[in-house]
């Protein structure tokens, strides 16, 4: 009876080990399947951006500070960034542009999100988006998209589908209704001068432990 008592006992505490240890795990981070992520999975602080490529301001942000928050704090492993699809007017053009992305495979994901941004005021030129669809065939042609290959990407149904549940779902879980918008650790992110130090007044605490 005894050493049943000694047994249950170490059971007893290696079980309570094994709880503090699942209490100490971090908490899980925002990335949902089919999320595209840039830096380290494991940083304290998790910045989500929902941005569109047709969105002028996503594009002026993405130009002139994210640059800034690559280099001071996602590619030195401080802050995993999450970037979530949304959709502004032309939607059509937007969401072609989402599926042009996706189908240049994660390696290159952000660098055509990236190429359209660049290209807005191509794509716009005229004040219409007449000429969106040929400015992304060219962008879709520098990463091996051509022809059929580009049609059926940018129309394709399930991917369609995905972007408009993903959208429904965002708007209900974050309240977002328009772009850019920044959730930091959960908690949406006010900008006010529009540069980098919006983001440095909220992530130095976080990093710091505050």
Same mark, same amino acid.
């Given at each position: 009876?005894?050493?049943?008592?000694?047994?249950?006992?170490?059971?007893?505490?290696?079980? *309570?080990?094994? !709880? +503090? %240890?699942? =209490? #100490?795990?971090? @908490?899980?981070?925002?990335?949902?399947?089919? /999320?595209?992520?840039?830096?380290?999975?494991?940083?304290?602080?998790?910045?989500?951006?929902?941005?569109?490529?047709?969105?002028?301001?996503?594009?002026?942000?993405?130009?002139?500070?994210?640059?800034?928050?690559?280099?001071?704090?996602?590619?030195?492993?401080?802050?995993?960034?999450?970037?979530?699809?949304?959709?502004?007017?032309?939607?059509?053009?937007?969401? *072609?542009?989402? !599926? +042009? %992305?996706? =189908? #240049?495979?994660? @390696?290159?994901?952000?660098?055509?999100?990236? /190429?359209?941004?660049?290209?807005?005021?191509?794509?716009?030129?005229?004040?219409?988006?007449?000429?969106?669809?040929?400015?992304?065939?060219?962008?879709?042609?520098?990463?091996?998209?051509?022809?059929?290959?580009?049609?059926?990407?940018?129309?394709?149904?399930?991917?369609?589908?995905?972007?408009?549940?993903?959208?429904?779902?965002?708007?209900?879980?974050?309240?977002?209704?328009?772009?850019?918008?920044?959730?930091?650790?959960?908690?949406?992110?006010?900008?006010?001068?529009?540069?980098?130090?919006?983001?440095?007044?909220?992530?130095?605490?976080?990093?710091?432990?505050?």
């Amino acid at each position: 009876m005894t050493q049943l008592r000694s047994a249950l006992s170490v059971a007893a505490a290696f079980g *309570a080990l094994a !709880l +503090l %240890a699942a =209490c #100490a795990k971090p @908490a899980p981070k925002p990335v949902a399947d089919g /999320d595209m992520d840039l830096g380290n999975p494991n940083a304290k602080v998790t910045i989500v951006e929902y941005a569109s490529v047709t969105c002028p301001h996503c594009a002026e942000f993405n130009k002139d500070v994210m640059p800034q928050l690559m280099a001071k704090y996602i590619t030195p492993g401080k802050v995993h960034y999450v970037y979530r699809e949304f959709l502004t007017p032309p939607n059509d053009v937007s969401a *072609a542009g989402i !599926l +042009l %992305a996706r =189908c #240049a495979g994660k @390696a290159n994901y952000f660098k055509v999100i990236d /190429d359209i941004w660049a290209a807005q005021g191509q794509m716009f030129a005229d004040g219409t988006g007449a000429n969106a669809q040929p400015v992304l065939r060219q962008i879709g042609a520098k990463y091996g998209i051509e022809g059929k290959a580009f049609d059926q990407c940018v129309t394709d149904p399930k991917g369609l589908a995905r972007i408009q549940d993903n959208i429904d779902k965002y708007m209900k879980q974050d309240g977002v209704n328009s772009t850019p918008t920044f959730i930091v650790n959960g908690k949406r992110l006010d900008r006010h001068s529009g540069g980098i130090s919006d983001f440095d007044d909220v992530l130095q605490p976080l990093l710091q432990g505050k």
